[in-house]
């Protein structure tokens, strides 16, 4: 079977499309992509130093049923390791964790208004909340 030509490439297509596929295979070009990953990750660590430099804390106004969830969920006693567990159920018990860690800080110093807890919330705890809504 001759090479493909450029004439040969359907509609919709591009030689730029058959090297991203045939890079997917190439364990060179995925090892290089990693270390690109892993050199985005320090400049996005080093931009969060500068973010919670200057953020700190959020003030944000919560509804008191998910405030009250939030603070229950601190108050829960969960001493049992969790053991082997698949990567879904990791991020759905560290969103868990987060959410106690907020009932922490709603216990110690949100401010009851009516229906709302107003709470200066770590940007971080902020941040995973926002994440988690996605």
């Known amino acids: 079977m001759p090479p493909k030509t ?19 295979l190439d364990p060179v070009a995925d ?3 990693y270390v690109r990953y892993r050199e985005d990750s320090t400049v996005l660590a080093a931009i969060g130093k500068h973010v919670a430099a ?4 959020i003030t944000v106004r919560l509804p008191r049923a998910v405030a009250e969830a939030a603070v229950e969920a601190w108050g829960r006693d969960e001493l049992d390791s ?3 567990e698949t990567h879904e159920q990791y991020v759905l018990r560290d969103q ?4 106690a860690l907020i009932g922490l800080a709603i216990s110690e110093r949100g401010r ?4 709302e807890v107003v709470i200066d ?3 971080d705890s902020a941040g ?3 994440r988690a809504s996605r």
């Open 6 to 24: 450029s004439g040969d490439i359907p509609a919709g297509e591009s030689a730029e499309t058959d090297a991203a596929a045939l890079s997917s």
């Open 31 to 33: 090892q290089e992509r």
């Open 54 to 57: 200057q953020a700190g804390r």
């Open 82 to 84: 969790p053991g082997e």
């Open 96 to 99: 868990a964790a987060e959410l």
């Open 112 to 115: 009851w208004e009516g229906d």
């Open 121 to 123: 919330l770590d940007i």
């Open 128 to 130: 995973a909340a926002s």
